[in-house]
Protein backbone atom coordinates (compact mmCIF):
# COMPACT_ATOMS: atom_id res chain seq x y z
CA UNK A 1 0.00 0.00 0.00
CA UNK A 2 1.30 3.29 -0.93
CA UNK A 3 2.72 5.33 1.95
CA UNK A 4 0.88 8.19 0.76
CA UNK A 5 -2.56 7.19 0.61
CA UNK A 6 -2.62 5.06 3.85
CA UNK A 7 -6.58 3.80 4.86
CA UNK A 8 -8.21 4.97 7.30
CA UNK A 9 -8.36 2.00 10.23
CA UNK A 10 -11.93 0.19 10.75
CA UNK A 11 -14.13 2.38 13.42
CA UNK A 12 -14.02 0.94 16.58
CA UNK A 13 -15.41 2.41 19.91
CA UNK A 14 -14.40 5.53 21.42
CA UNK A 15 -13.62 4.78 25.58
CA UNK A 16 -15.52 7.75 27.41
CA UNK A 17 -14.37 6.56 30.62
CA UNK A 18 -11.03 6.55 30.04
CA UNK A 19 -10.95 9.86 27.92
CA UNK A 20 -12.37 11.77 31.24
CA UNK A 21 -10.15 10.14 33.84
CA UNK A 22 -7.26 11.37 31.69
CA UNK A 23 -8.76 14.74 30.77
CA UNK A 24 -8.57 14.36 34.71
CA UNK A 25 -4.76 14.41 34.94
CA UNK A 26 -4.55 17.14 32.41
CA UNK A 27 -6.82 19.20 34.51
CA UNK A 28 -4.61 18.36 37.65
CA UNK A 29 -1.40 19.25 35.86
CA UNK A 30 -2.53 22.72 34.20
CA UNK A 31 -4.51 23.58 37.34
CA UNK A 32 -1.06 24.14 38.50
CA UNK A 33 1.22 26.06 35.52
CA UNK A 34 -1.91 28.19 35.49
CA UNK A 35 -1.68 29.43 39.37
CA UNK A 36 1.93 29.53 38.58
CA UNK A 37 2.11 31.67 35.69
CA UNK A 38 -0.34 34.34 37.48
CA UNK A 39 0.33 34.44 40.85
CA UNK A 40 4.34 33.34 41.14
CA UNK A 41 5.30 36.50 39.08
CA UNK A 42 3.85 39.12 42.07
CA UNK A 43 6.17 36.68 44.14
CA UNK A 44 9.20 37.75 42.21
CA UNK A 45 8.33 41.07 42.54
CA UNK A 46 8.78 41.19 46.36
CA UNK A 47 12.35 40.67 45.46
CA UNK A 48 13.09 42.59 42.47
CA UNK A 49 11.60 45.48 40.51
CA UNK A 50 13.15 44.23 37.27
CA UNK A 51 9.82 43.45 34.86
CA UNK A 52 12.79 41.78 32.67
CA UNK A 53 13.95 39.59 35.11
CA UNK A 54 10.40 38.29 35.97
CA UNK A 55 9.54 37.96 32.98
CA UNK A 56 12.77 35.80 31.92
CA UNK A 57 12.38 33.29 35.11
CA UNK A 58 8.93 32.76 34.15
CA UNK A 59 10.22 32.13 30.92
CA UNK A 60 12.82 29.21 31.96
CA UNK A 61 9.25 26.66 32.04
CA UNK A 62 9.69 26.92 28.47
CA UNK A 63 12.96 26.76 27.91
CA UNK A 64 13.41 23.84 30.52
CA UNK A 65 10.65 22.02 28.30
CA UNK A 66 11.96 22.21 24.76
CA UNK A 67 14.70 20.11 26.03
CA UNK A 68 12.71 17.69 28.94
CA UNK A 69 10.17 17.07 27.37
CA UNK A 70 11.05 14.98 24.22
CA UNK A 71 13.48 12.73 26.75
CA UNK A 72 10.86 11.93 29.66
CA UNK A 73 8.18 11.02 26.53
CA UNK A 74 11.16 8.70 25.05
CA UNK A 75 12.02 7.67 28.69
CA UNK A 76 8.51 6.44 29.20
CA UNK A 77 8.07 5.07 26.05
CA UNK A 78 10.60 2.48 26.72
CA UNK A 79 9.87 2.11 30.17
CA UNK A 80 7.78 -1.71 31.32
CA UNK A 81 6.98 -2.28 34.98
CA UNK A 82 4.20 -3.25 36.68
CA UNK A 83 3.28 -0.18 37.59
CA UNK A 84 3.23 0.74 33.36
CA UNK A 85 5.13 2.71 31.49
CA UNK A 86 3.88 6.50 32.54
CA UNK A 87 2.57 5.57 36.04
CA UNK A 88 6.19 5.65 37.33
CA UNK A 89 6.78 8.79 36.06
CA UNK A 90 3.70 10.01 37.49
CA UNK A 91 4.23 8.51 41.24
CA UNK A 92 7.62 9.87 41.49
CA UNK A 93 6.76 13.29 39.62
CA UNK A 94 3.72 15.00 41.39
CA UNK A 95 4.58 13.99 45.12
CA UNK A 96 8.09 16.53 44.29
CA UNK A 97 6.55 18.85 42.03
CA UNK A 98 3.66 19.26 44.72
CA UNK A 99 6.34 20.39 47.68
CA UNK A 100 8.07 22.33 45.22
CA UNK A 101 5.06 24.32 44.37
CA UNK A 102 4.21 25.02 47.86
CA UNK A 103 7.45 26.20 48.84
CA UNK A 104 7.21 28.78 46.80
CA UNK A 105 5.46 31.56 48.26
CA UNK A 106 7.51 30.59 51.20
CA UNK A 107 11.36 30.84 50.12
CA UNK A 108 12.82 33.54 52.26
CA UNK A 109 15.80 35.30 49.60
CA UNK A 110 15.64 35.72 46.14
CA UNK A 111 18.64 33.00 45.41
CA UNK A 112 16.36 30.27 47.10
CA UNK A 113 12.99 31.14 45.12
CA UNK A 114 14.56 30.80 41.95
CA UNK A 115 16.28 27.16 42.72
CA UNK A 116 12.83 26.21 43.64
CA UNK A 117 10.90 27.63 40.54
CA UNK A 118 13.96 25.75 38.43
CA UNK A 119 13.22 22.63 40.19
CA UNK A 120 9.67 22.91 40.11
CA UNK A 121 9.67 23.62 36.52
CA UNK A 122 11.87 20.44 35.75
CA UNK A 123 10.32 18.29 37.92
CA UNK A 124 6.64 19.44 36.63
CA UNK A 125 7.75 19.32 33.12
CA UNK A 126 9.37 15.64 33.33
CA UNK A 127 5.84 14.19 33.65
CA UNK A 128 4.08 16.74 31.45
CA UNK A 129 4.66 14.91 27.97
CA UNK A 130 3.70 11.87 30.08
CA UNK A 131 0.45 12.59 31.37
CA UNK A 132 -0.86 13.91 27.49
CA UNK A 133 0.70 10.88 26.23
CA UNK A 134 -1.99 8.91 27.92
CA UNK A 135 -4.26 10.81 26.15
CA UNK A 136 -3.05 8.96 22.81
CA UNK A 137 -2.76 5.54 24.75
CA UNK A 138 -6.38 5.58 25.80
CA UNK A 139 -8.45 5.06 22.88
CA UNK A 140 -7.16 4.03 19.18
CA UNK A 141 -5.91 6.51 16.15
CA UNK A 142 -9.39 7.35 14.67
CA UNK A 143 -11.13 9.16 18.59
CA UNK A 144 -7.63 10.65 19.86
CA UNK A 145 -9.50 13.87 18.27
CA UNK A 146 -12.52 13.44 21.08
CA UNK A 147 -10.04 12.53 23.35
CA UNK A 148 -7.44 15.74 23.15
CA UNK A 149 -10.57 17.86 23.15
CA UNK A 150 -11.62 16.62 26.62
CA UNK A 151 -7.93 17.74 27.50
CA UNK A 152 -8.08 20.92 25.86
CA UNK A 153 -11.76 21.76 27.95
CA UNK A 154 -10.46 20.35 31.00
CA UNK A 155 -7.12 22.76 30.72
CA UNK A 156 -9.12 25.86 29.63
CA UNK A 157 -11.11 25.06 32.95
CA UNK A 158 -8.08 25.33 35.26
CA UNK A 159 -7.74 29.46 33.90
CA UNK A 160 -11.31 29.52 35.77
CA UNK A 161 -9.99 27.56 39.36
CA UNK A 162 -6.95 29.67 38.90
CA UNK A 163 -9.33 32.80 38.79
CA UNK A 164 -11.20 31.87 41.85
CA UNK A 165 -8.11 31.07 43.55
CA UNK A 166 -6.51 34.02 43.29
CA UNK A 167 -10.11 36.33 43.84
CA UNK A 168 -11.13 34.22 47.10
CA UNK A 169 -7.86 32.70 48.57
CA UNK A 170 -4.89 35.27 47.77
CA UNK A 171 -5.40 38.50 50.01
CA UNK A 172 -6.36 35.83 52.54
CA UNK A 173 -3.03 33.56 52.35
CA UNK A 174 -0.85 33.27 49.29
CA UNK A 175 0.95 30.28 51.14
CA UNK A 176 -2.83 28.75 51.51
CA UNK A 177 -3.14 29.23 47.52
CA UNK A 178 -0.64 27.38 46.38
CA UNK A 179 -1.15 24.60 49.29
CA UNK A 180 -5.31 24.03 47.74
CA UNK A 181 -3.80 24.17 44.13
CA UNK A 182 -0.76 21.55 45.09
CA UNK A 183 -3.78 19.60 46.86
CA UNK A 184 -6.25 19.76 43.79
CA UNK A 185 -2.71 18.28 41.30
CA UNK A 186 -2.24 15.48 43.77
CA UNK A 187 -5.70 14.06 44.50
CA UNK A 188 -6.72 14.52 41.05
CA UNK A 189 -3.81 12.38 39.98
CA UNK A 190 -4.42 9.90 42.79
CA UNK A 191 -7.83 9.26 41.35
CA UNK A 192 -6.53 8.79 37.57
CA UNK A 193 -3.87 6.35 38.81
CA UNK A 194 -6.10 4.22 40.95
CA UNK A 195 -8.59 4.02 38.34
CA UNK A 196 -6.32 3.88 35.62
CA UNK A 197 -4.47 1.08 36.79
CA UNK A 198 -2.28 1.33 33.71
CA UNK A 199 -0.90 -2.50 33.47
CA UNK A 200 -4.37 -3.82 33.30
CA UNK A 201 -5.09 -0.87 30.03
CA UNK A 202 -5.57 -2.32 26.54
CA UNK A 203 -2.89 -0.28 25.18
CA UNK A 204 -0.28 -1.53 27.79
CA UNK A 205 -0.87 -5.05 27.24
CA UNK A 206 -0.84 -4.60 23.52
CA UNK A 207 2.73 -2.92 23.90
CA UNK A 208 3.89 -5.53 26.08
CA UNK A 209 2.52 -8.71 23.87
CA UNK A 210 4.14 -6.58 20.57
CA UNK A 211 7.45 -6.22 22.28
CA UNK A 212 7.17 -10.30 22.84
CA UNK A 213 6.22 -10.57 18.90
CA UNK A 214 8.52 -8.35 17.53
CA UNK A 215 11.30 -7.63 20.28
CA UNK A 216 11.50 -4.31 22.32
CA UNK A 217 12.03 -1.08 20.33
CA UNK A 218 15.82 -0.21 19.15
CA UNK A 219 15.76 3.35 17.98
CA UNK A 220 17.70 5.98 20.16
CA UNK A 221 16.82 8.84 21.07
CA UNK A 222 18.37 10.88 18.15
CA UNK A 223 17.54 8.84 15.34
CA UNK A 224 14.03 9.96 16.08
CA UNK A 225 14.49 13.25 15.01
CA UNK A 226 16.66 11.44 12.06
CA UNK A 227 13.69 9.52 10.94
CA UNK A 228 11.38 12.82 10.79
CA UNK A 229 14.14 14.83 9.03
CA UNK A 230 14.81 11.85 6.35
CA UNK A 231 12.09 10.42 5.30
CA UNK A 232 10.93 10.78 1.60
CA UNK A 233 7.63 11.38 2.79
CA UNK A 234 7.90 14.96 4.63
CA UNK A 235 4.34 14.42 6.22
CA UNK A 236 5.82 14.95 9.95
CA UNK A 237 8.39 17.66 9.27
CA UNK A 238 5.47 19.57 7.39
CA UNK A 239 3.08 19.01 10.26
CA UNK A 240 5.74 20.09 12.98
CA UNK A 241 6.13 23.59 10.39
CA UNK A 242 2.57 24.15 10.60
CA UNK A 243 2.21 23.77 14.50
CA UNK A 244 5.24 26.46 14.88
CA UNK A 245 3.35 28.73 12.75
CA UNK A 246 -0.01 28.13 13.23
CA UNK A 247 0.22 28.27 17.45
CA UNK A 248 2.99 31.35 16.59
CA UNK A 249 -0.21 32.96 15.18
CA UNK A 250 -2.20 32.12 18.43
CA UNK A 251 0.08 33.18 20.64
CA UNK A 252 0.93 36.38 18.86
CA UNK A 253 -2.81 37.43 19.43
CA UNK A 254 -3.11 36.32 23.09
CA UNK A 255 0.30 37.78 23.80
CA UNK A 256 -0.42 41.53 22.13
CA UNK A 257 -4.59 41.72 22.09
CA UNK A 258 -4.68 43.88 25.46
CA UNK A 259 -1.91 46.23 23.84
CA UNK A 260 -3.65 46.17 20.47
CA UNK A 261 -6.98 47.29 22.02
CA UNK A 262 -4.94 50.25 24.32
CA UNK A 263 -2.69 51.52 21.39
CA UNK A 264 -5.09 50.79 18.47
CA UNK A 265 -9.03 51.15 19.70
CA UNK A 266 -8.46 53.60 22.48
CA UNK A 267 -9.66 51.65 25.30
CA UNK A 268 -8.64 51.15 29.05
CA UNK A 269 -6.21 48.54 29.97
CA UNK A 270 -9.04 46.52 32.00
CA UNK A 271 -11.85 47.07 29.10
CA UNK A 272 -8.69 45.93 26.45
CA UNK A 273 -7.62 42.44 28.61
CA UNK A 274 -11.62 41.71 28.56
CA UNK A 275 -11.37 40.34 24.81
CA UNK A 276 -9.63 37.34 26.33
CA UNK A 277 -12.97 35.78 28.17
CA UNK A 278 -15.22 35.73 25.15
CA UNK A 279 -12.26 34.12 23.30
CA UNK A 280 -11.36 31.62 25.24
CA UNK A 281 -15.14 31.08 26.08
CA UNK A 282 -16.17 30.71 22.41
CA UNK A 283 -12.95 27.80 22.19
CA UNK A 284 -14.66 26.04 24.82
CA UNK A 285 -18.08 25.62 23.81
CA UNK A 286 -16.44 24.49 19.85
CA UNK A 287 -13.87 22.17 21.08
CA UNK A 288 -16.03 19.52 21.39
CA UNK A 289 -17.82 19.55 18.33
CA UNK A 290 -15.13 20.38 16.57
CA UNK A 291 -13.57 17.00 17.85
CA UNK A 292 -16.62 14.87 16.80
CA UNK A 293 -17.01 16.40 12.76
CA UNK A 294 -12.86 15.75 13.14
CA UNK A 295 -12.72 12.14 13.48
CA UNK A 296 -15.65 12.06 11.16
CA UNK A 297 -14.38 13.72 8.10
CA UNK A 298 -10.64 13.83 8.58
CA UNK A 299 -8.24 15.73 10.84
CA UNK A 300 -6.30 17.86 8.15
CA UNK A 301 -9.74 18.83 6.37
CA UNK A 302 -10.60 20.44 10.20
CA UNK A 303 -7.20 21.94 10.51
CA UNK A 304 -7.44 23.86 6.96
CA UNK A 305 -11.00 24.76 7.62
CA UNK A 306 -9.89 25.88 11.22
CA UNK A 307 -6.93 27.93 9.93
CA UNK A 308 -9.22 29.57 7.68
CA UNK A 309 -12.05 30.69 9.85
CA UNK A 310 -8.85 31.92 11.73
CA UNK A 311 -7.79 34.05 9.09
CA UNK A 312 -11.25 35.25 8.27
CA UNK A 313 -11.75 36.65 11.75
CA UNK A 314 -8.51 38.14 11.71
CA UNK A 315 -9.52 39.74 8.42
CA UNK A 316 -12.73 40.96 9.60
CA UNK A 317 -10.55 42.38 12.83
CA UNK A 318 -8.18 44.07 10.00
CA UNK A 319 -10.88 45.83 7.92
CA UNK A 320 -12.61 47.47 10.75
CA UNK A 321 -9.78 48.10 12.85
CA UNK A 322 -11.20 51.05 14.50
CA UNK A 323 -14.66 49.37 15.64
CA UNK A 324 -14.54 47.54 19.55
CA UNK A 325 -17.15 45.73 18.24
CA UNK A 326 -15.90 44.18 15.13
CA UNK A 327 -12.54 43.37 16.86
CA UNK A 328 -14.29 41.56 19.02
CA UNK A 329 -16.33 39.76 16.39
CA UNK A 330 -12.94 38.77 14.68
CA UNK A 331 -11.32 37.54 17.68
CA UNK A 332 -14.36 35.26 18.77
CA UNK A 333 -14.22 33.51 14.63
CA UNK A 334 -10.55 33.63 15.10
CA UNK A 335 -10.56 31.31 18.43
CA UNK A 336 -13.35 28.81 17.24
CA UNK A 337 -10.81 28.59 14.31
CA UNK A 338 -8.08 27.66 16.10
CA UNK A 339 -10.30 25.48 17.72
CA UNK A 340 -10.17 23.45 14.50
CA UNK A 341 -6.53 22.97 14.78
CA UNK A 342 -5.79 22.75 18.50
CA UNK A 343 -7.87 19.74 18.92
CA UNK A 344 -5.84 18.16 16.22
CA UNK A 345 -2.59 19.24 15.95
CA UNK A 346 -0.87 16.68 18.71
CA UNK A 347 -2.81 13.98 17.38
CA UNK A 348 -1.56 14.36 13.93
CA UNK A 349 1.86 13.57 15.20
CA UNK A 350 0.31 10.99 17.18
CA UNK A 351 -1.01 8.98 14.64
CA UNK A 352 1.84 9.83 12.40
CA UNK A 353 4.20 8.32 14.78
CA UNK A 354 5.93 4.82 13.49
CA UNK A 355 4.32 2.75 16.38
CA UNK A 356 2.29 2.67 19.03
CA UNK A 357 5.91 2.81 21.64
CA UNK A 358 6.54 5.90 20.24
CA UNK A 359 3.80 8.08 21.47
CA UNK A 360 5.46 9.83 24.24
CA UNK A 361 8.18 11.07 22.27
CA UNK A 362 5.82 12.38 19.73
CA UNK A 363 3.96 14.17 22.44
CA UNK A 364 7.09 15.38 23.61
CA UNK A 365 7.98 16.90 19.90
CA UNK A 366 4.59 18.40 19.95
CA UNK A 367 5.55 20.04 23.15
CA UNK A 368 8.91 21.42 21.84
CA UNK A 369 6.83 22.93 18.38
CA UNK A 370 4.52 24.30 20.32
CA UNK A 371 6.99 26.21 22.58
CA UNK A 372 9.04 27.42 19.33
CA UNK A 373 5.59 28.91 18.35
CA UNK A 374 4.82 30.33 21.64
CA UNK A 375 7.90 32.27 21.98
CA UNK A 376 8.33 33.20 18.33
CA UNK A 377 4.87 34.26 17.31
CA UNK A 378 4.91 37.14 19.89
CA UNK A 379 8.03 38.40 19.09
CA UNK A 380 7.67 37.88 15.20
CA UNK A 381 4.16 39.76 14.82
CA UNK A 382 5.55 42.68 17.66
CA UNK A 383 8.49 43.01 15.58
CA UNK A 384 6.33 43.82 12.66
CA UNK A 385 4.24 46.26 14.42
CA UNK A 386 7.31 48.10 15.50
CA UNK A 387 8.31 47.94 11.66
CA UNK A 388 4.73 49.70 10.94
CA UNK A 389 1.71 50.03 13.52
CA UNK A 390 -0.52 48.95 15.27
CA UNK A 391 -3.45 48.94 12.54
CA UNK A 392 -1.68 46.02 10.67
CA UNK A 393 -1.42 43.41 13.03
CA UNK A 394 -4.64 41.52 12.22
CA UNK A 395 -3.50 41.62 8.69
CA UNK A 396 0.09 40.22 9.59
CA UNK A 397 -1.80 37.70 11.66
CA UNK A 398 -3.76 37.18 8.34
CA UNK A 399 -0.63 36.14 6.21
CA UNK A 400 0.99 34.13 9.02
CA UNK A 401 -2.45 31.93 9.50
CA UNK A 402 -2.15 31.60 5.54
CA UNK A 403 1.76 30.50 5.46
CA UNK A 404 0.31 27.37 8.07
CA UNK A 405 -2.20 26.71 6.61
CA UNK A 406 0.24 26.27 3.21
CA UNK A 407 2.42 23.87 5.38
CA UNK A 408 -0.41 21.77 6.28
CA UNK A 409 -1.02 20.66 2.49
CA UNK A 410 1.98 19.46 2.92
CA UNK A 411 0.92 16.82 5.18
CA UNK A 412 -0.04 13.98 2.85
CA UNK A 413 -1.35 11.61 5.36
CA UNK A 414 -3.46 10.80 8.51
CA UNK A 415 -1.76 7.28 9.58
CA UNK A 416 1.25 5.78 9.80
CA UNK A 417 1.08 2.29 8.13
CA UNK A 418 2.71 0.87 10.84
CA UNK A 419 -0.08 2.39 13.81
CA UNK A 420 -2.90 0.50 11.05
CA UNK A 421 -0.60 -2.65 11.23
CA UNK A 422 -0.55 -2.51 15.32
CA UNK A 423 -4.10 -1.79 15.68
CA UNK A 424 -4.74 -4.79 13.65
CA UNK A 425 -2.63 -6.66 15.55
CA UNK A 426 -4.29 -5.62 18.35
CA UNK A 427 -7.40 -6.64 17.17
CA UNK A 428 -6.68 -9.90 16.58
CA UNK A 429 -5.54 -10.51 19.89
CA UNK A 430 -8.87 -9.49 21.03
CA UNK A 431 -10.48 -11.60 18.65
CA UNK A 432 -8.23 -14.71 19.86
Known amino acids: MSRDNVASPARRRFHLRLGLLVALGVFAQESVWNFHDSQTPVTLAEYTTSIALIGLIMGLDNIIGIFIQPLMGFFSDRTRSRFGRRTPFILAGVPIAALLFILIPTAGTFPILIAIIVLFSLTANSFKPITESLIADSQVPEHRSKANALGRAASSLTIIVSALLSLLVVDQSVELAYIIAAGVMVICFAILLISLREPRTVAYRAVVDEDLEQGREKIGFFAVFKDIFTDRDRSRLFMIGAIIVTWGAWAAIRALLTLYGVEQLGLSRGEAGGFTLPAGVAFLVVVIPVAILSD ?26 TSELATLIGVLVAACGFAGFAVNAAVMLWNLAPSVRMIGVYTGIFAVAQAIGSSAGPAALGALVDATDWSFLMLFLVGVSLVGLALTFGVRREYSQAQLDEMAFVDAESAG
Open 296 to 321: RFGRRLMMRSGIVVFALGALIAFAFN
